[in-house]
Protein backbone atom coordinates (compact mmCIF):
# COMPACT_ATOMS: atom_id res chain seq x y z
CA UNK A 1 0.00 0.00 0.00
CA UNK A 2 1.00 3.74 -0.83
CA UNK A 3 2.50 5.18 2.62
CA UNK A 4 4.87 8.59 3.60
CA UNK A 5 6.59 8.41 6.65
CA UNK A 6 7.92 11.19 8.65
CA UNK A 7 9.59 10.81 12.00
CA UNK A 8 7.04 10.87 14.74
CA UNK A 9 9.28 12.16 17.42
CA UNK A 10 9.92 15.73 18.05
CA UNK A 11 13.47 16.86 17.34
CA UNK A 12 14.70 19.19 19.57
CA UNK A 13 17.75 21.16 18.15
CA UNK A 14 19.56 24.48 19.81
CA UNK A 15 19.54 27.83 18.29
CA UNK A 16 21.95 28.28 15.29
CA UNK A 17 22.12 24.76 14.17
CA UNK A 18 20.72 22.72 11.41
CA UNK A 19 18.48 20.97 11.85
CA UNK A 20 17.02 18.03 9.34
CA UNK A 21 14.06 16.06 8.78
CA UNK A 22 13.32 13.41 6.75
CA UNK A 23 10.17 12.34 4.52
CA UNK A 24 10.20 8.67 3.35
CA UNK A 25 7.54 7.49 0.84
CA UNK A 26 6.46 4.17 -0.50
CA UNK A 27 4.64 2.74 -3.43
CA UNK A 28 3.94 6.00 -4.96
CA UNK A 29 5.78 8.02 -8.86
CA UNK A 30 5.31 11.39 -7.32
CA UNK A 31 5.27 13.87 -9.90
CA UNK A 32 6.84 16.41 -6.84
CA UNK A 33 6.96 16.87 -3.07
CA UNK A 34 6.04 19.54 -1.30
CA UNK A 35 6.86 20.78 2.33
CA UNK A 36 4.61 22.67 4.41
CA UNK A 37 4.83 24.43 8.09
CA UNK A 38 1.86 24.26 10.17
CA UNK A 39 1.89 26.39 13.76
CA UNK A 40 -0.38 24.32 16.95
CA UNK A 41 -4.32 25.44 15.80
CA UNK A 42 -3.51 27.22 12.33
CA UNK A 43 -3.69 25.40 8.83
CA UNK A 44 -0.75 24.38 7.05
CA UNK A 45 1.70 27.30 5.02
CA UNK A 46 3.16 25.99 1.96
CA UNK A 47 7.31 26.69 2.07
CA UNK A 48 8.89 24.98 -1.06
CA UNK A 49 7.93 22.63 -3.71
CA UNK A 50 10.98 20.25 -5.59
CA UNK A 51 10.03 18.34 -8.92
CA UNK A 52 11.20 15.09 -9.78
CA UNK A 53 13.90 15.28 -11.90
CA UNK A 54 15.24 18.27 -8.89
CA UNK A 55 18.56 17.14 -6.87
CA UNK A 56 17.71 20.33 -4.41
CA UNK A 57 15.80 23.46 -3.86
CA UNK A 58 16.89 26.13 -1.55
CA UNK A 59 15.12 29.14 -0.32
CA UNK A 60 16.84 31.14 2.07
CA UNK A 61 17.66 29.71 5.45
CA UNK A 62 15.59 26.24 3.72
CA UNK A 63 16.81 23.33 1.15
CA UNK A 64 15.05 20.53 0.35
CA UNK A 65 16.02 17.37 -1.39
CA UNK A 66 14.66 15.01 -3.65
CA UNK A 67 15.82 11.35 -3.98
CA UNK A 68 13.48 9.42 -5.81
CA UNK A 69 15.66 6.09 -5.92
CA UNK A 70 15.32 6.46 -1.97
CA UNK A 71 11.83 7.45 -2.27
CA UNK A 72 13.41 10.09 0.08
CA UNK A 73 13.41 14.05 0.99
CA UNK A 74 15.48 15.81 3.22
CA UNK A 75 14.68 19.17 4.79
CA UNK A 76 16.58 21.23 6.25
CA UNK A 77 16.50 24.68 7.90
CA UNK A 78 20.16 26.21 8.63
CA UNK A 79 21.16 28.37 11.36
CA UNK A 80 17.84 27.49 13.00
CA UNK A 81 15.89 30.25 15.20
CA UNK A 82 12.86 29.56 18.11
CA UNK A 83 10.71 30.97 15.50
CA UNK A 84 11.37 28.13 13.48
CA UNK A 85 9.48 25.69 15.86
CA UNK A 86 6.37 24.20 14.36
CA UNK A 87 5.59 21.34 12.44
CA UNK A 88 6.54 20.67 9.14
CA UNK A 89 4.56 18.62 7.01
CA UNK A 90 5.48 16.65 3.75
CA UNK A 91 3.09 15.88 1.23
CA UNK A 92 2.72 14.14 -2.60
CA UNK A 93 0.77 14.35 -5.42
CA UNK A 94 -1.63 12.00 -5.36
CA UNK A 95 -2.66 11.15 -9.14
CA UNK A 96 -3.68 13.49 -12.20
CA UNK A 97 -2.52 16.94 -11.21
CA UNK A 98 -5.95 18.30 -12.27
CA UNK A 99 -7.14 17.46 -9.36
CA UNK A 100 -4.17 18.91 -7.15
CA UNK A 101 -4.76 15.64 -4.27
CA UNK A 102 -2.14 15.70 -1.72
CA UNK A 103 -1.49 12.78 0.23
CA UNK A 104 0.33 14.05 3.26
CA UNK A 105 3.32 12.73 5.95
CA UNK A 106 1.75 13.04 9.46
CA UNK A 107 4.58 15.66 10.36
CA UNK A 108 7.14 16.19 12.68
CA UNK A 109 7.44 18.91 15.51
CA UNK A 110 10.55 20.83 15.76
CA UNK A 111 11.29 22.83 18.76
CA UNK A 112 14.22 24.93 18.46
CA UNK A 113 15.72 25.99 22.30
CA UNK A 114 17.58 29.30 22.45
CA UNK B 1 -5.32 39.20 -3.26
CA UNK B 2 -6.72 35.84 -2.17
CA UNK B 3 -8.36 34.85 0.58
CA UNK B 4 -9.95 31.58 2.23
CA UNK B 5 -12.54 31.88 5.19
CA UNK B 6 -13.86 29.02 7.56
CA UNK B 7 -16.94 29.42 10.14
CA UNK B 8 -17.29 28.56 12.78
CA UNK B 9 -13.88 28.63 14.17
CA UNK B 10 -14.87 26.31 16.76
CA UNK B 11 -18.19 24.29 17.66
CA UNK B 12 -19.29 21.57 20.36
CA UNK B 13 -22.10 19.59 19.40
CA UNK B 14 -23.68 16.67 20.94
CA UNK B 15 -23.54 13.47 19.52
CA UNK B 16 -26.78 13.12 16.79
CA UNK B 17 -26.53 16.36 15.97
CA UNK B 18 -26.62 18.19 12.27
CA UNK B 19 -23.18 19.74 11.26
CA UNK B 20 -22.72 22.30 8.44
CA UNK B 21 -19.12 24.27 8.35
CA UNK B 22 -18.59 26.14 5.50
CA UNK B 23 -15.72 27.70 3.24
CA UNK B 24 -15.53 30.10 0.91
CA UNK B 25 -12.80 31.68 -1.15
CA UNK B 26 -12.15 35.09 -2.58
CA UNK B 27 -10.07 36.45 -5.25
CA UNK B 28 -9.70 33.67 -7.51
CA UNK B 29 -12.05 31.79 -9.53
CA UNK B 30 -12.25 28.11 -10.54
CA UNK B 31 -10.29 26.36 -7.68
CA UNK B 32 -10.07 23.27 -6.73
CA UNK B 33 -11.56 23.35 -3.13
CA UNK B 34 -10.36 20.35 -0.70
CA UNK B 35 -11.73 19.26 3.10
CA UNK B 36 -9.17 17.55 5.48
CA UNK B 37 -9.10 16.44 9.02
CA UNK B 38 -6.31 16.16 11.47
CA UNK B 39 -7.08 14.23 14.75
CA UNK B 40 -5.10 15.29 17.90
CA UNK B 41 -1.44 15.02 17.32
CA UNK B 42 -2.12 13.57 13.80
CA UNK B 43 -1.70 14.29 9.92
CA UNK B 44 -4.13 15.76 7.77
CA UNK B 45 -7.00 13.33 6.36
CA UNK B 46 -8.27 14.54 2.65
CA UNK B 47 -11.97 13.77 2.87
CA UNK B 48 -13.56 15.18 -0.22
CA UNK B 49 -12.15 17.68 -3.48
CA UNK B 50 -13.86 19.33 -5.77
CA UNK B 51 -13.08 20.34 -9.17
CA UNK B 52 -16.14 22.26 -10.12
CA UNK B 53 -19.90 23.08 -8.80
CA UNK B 54 -21.58 20.27 -8.22
CA UNK B 55 -18.61 17.93 -8.70
CA UNK B 56 -17.68 16.40 -5.12
CA UNK B 57 -15.06 13.02 -5.07
CA UNK B 58 -15.25 11.26 -1.64
CA UNK B 59 -12.19 10.20 -0.07
CA UNK B 60 -12.62 7.79 2.24
CA UNK B 61 -16.46 6.36 3.71
CA UNK B 62 -17.62 8.01 6.69
CA UNK B 63 -21.07 9.86 7.77
CA UNK B 64 -20.10 13.42 5.79
CA UNK B 65 -21.26 14.97 3.15
CA UNK B 66 -19.72 17.98 0.65
CA UNK B 67 -21.31 20.03 -1.46
CA UNK B 68 -20.08 22.99 -3.90
CA UNK B 69 -23.15 25.29 -5.13
CA UNK B 70 -21.48 28.35 -5.91
CA UNK B 71 -17.77 28.08 -7.91
CA UNK B 72 -15.56 29.52 -4.35
CA UNK B 73 -18.40 28.08 -2.01
CA UNK B 74 -17.43 24.59 -0.09
CA UNK B 75 -19.99 22.88 2.48
CA UNK B 76 -19.01 20.19 4.88
CA UNK B 77 -21.96 18.35 6.51
CA UNK B 78 -23.67 15.64 8.41
CA UNK B 79 -26.84 14.62 9.31
CA UNK B 80 -26.26 13.11 12.62
CA UNK B 81 -22.37 13.22 14.56
CA UNK B 82 -20.55 10.65 15.74
CA UNK B 83 -17.69 11.12 18.38
CA UNK B 84 -15.34 9.81 16.11
CA UNK B 85 -16.02 13.18 13.78
CA UNK B 86 -14.30 15.81 16.32
CA UNK B 87 -11.21 16.52 15.03
CA UNK B 88 -9.26 20.01 13.69
CA UNK B 89 -11.16 20.55 10.08
CA UNK B 90 -9.20 22.42 7.50
CA UNK B 91 -10.44 23.79 4.37
CA UNK B 92 -7.68 24.14 1.07
CA UNK B 93 -8.25 25.51 -2.28
CA UNK B 94 -5.60 25.23 -4.96
CA UNK B 95 -5.42 27.09 -8.57
CA UNK B 96 -6.31 24.66 -11.30
CA UNK B 97 -3.49 25.15 -13.74
CA UNK B 98 -0.85 26.26 -11.44
CA UNK B 99 0.95 23.06 -12.24
CA UNK B 100 2.61 23.10 -8.77
CA UNK B 101 -0.93 22.37 -7.05
CA UNK B 102 0.36 24.34 -4.01
CA UNK B 103 -2.80 24.38 -1.78
CA UNK B 104 -3.66 27.30 0.16
CA UNK B 105 -4.84 26.30 4.03
CA UNK B 106 -7.83 28.04 5.55
CA UNK B 107 -8.13 28.92 9.54
CA UNK B 108 -9.51 25.83 10.47
CA UNK B 109 -12.62 24.55 12.37
CA UNK B 110 -12.01 22.88 15.31
CA UNK B 111 -14.91 20.70 16.27
CA UNK B 112 -15.87 18.58 19.64
CA UNK B 113 -18.39 16.35 19.46
CA UNK B 114 -19.76 15.30 23.45
Known amino acids: SQKIEQNSEALNIQEGKTATLTCNYT??????LQWYRQDPGRGPVFLLLIRENEKEKRKERLKVTFDTTLKQSLFHITASQPADSATYLCALLHGSSNTGKLIFGQGTTLQVKP | SQTIHQWPATLVQPVGSPLSLECTVE??????LYWYRQAAGRGLQLLFYSVGIGQISSEVPQNLSASRPQDRQFILSSKKLLLSDSGFYLC?????????????FGPGTRLTVL
Open chain 1, 27 to 32: NYSPAY
Open chain 2, 92 to 104: AWSVKTSGNNEQF
Open chain 2, 27 to 32: GTSNPN
